[in-house]
């Protein structure tokens, strides 16, 4: 008894589908962290935290990335 033979499937085209982002796509969430993240190192908003800890946290990061 011979063993079903199945057709070869067919290889893949070159001219599948092509995927592209627009320049938005990546730098309106990048432009959104970046003024976040400025918004919270920023010394005159870090008095707002209740505990001090992390106004502390917040200037000691201030420094590390402004050097």
Do not use: C, K
Request: proline content about 12%; hydrophobic content about 50%.
């Amino acid at each position: 008894m011979s063993a079903p033979t199945y057709p070869r499937p067919r290889p893949a085209t070159t001219g599948g589908v092509d995927i592209r982002l627009p320049w938005w796509a990546l730098a309106l969430p990048a432009l959104a962290f970046i003024v976040l993240l400025a918004l919270m190192l920023n010394p005159t908003d870090a008095h707002a935290a209740s505990d001090p800890a992390i106004t502390h946290l917040f200037e000691r990061a201030q420094q590390l990335l402004g050097r």
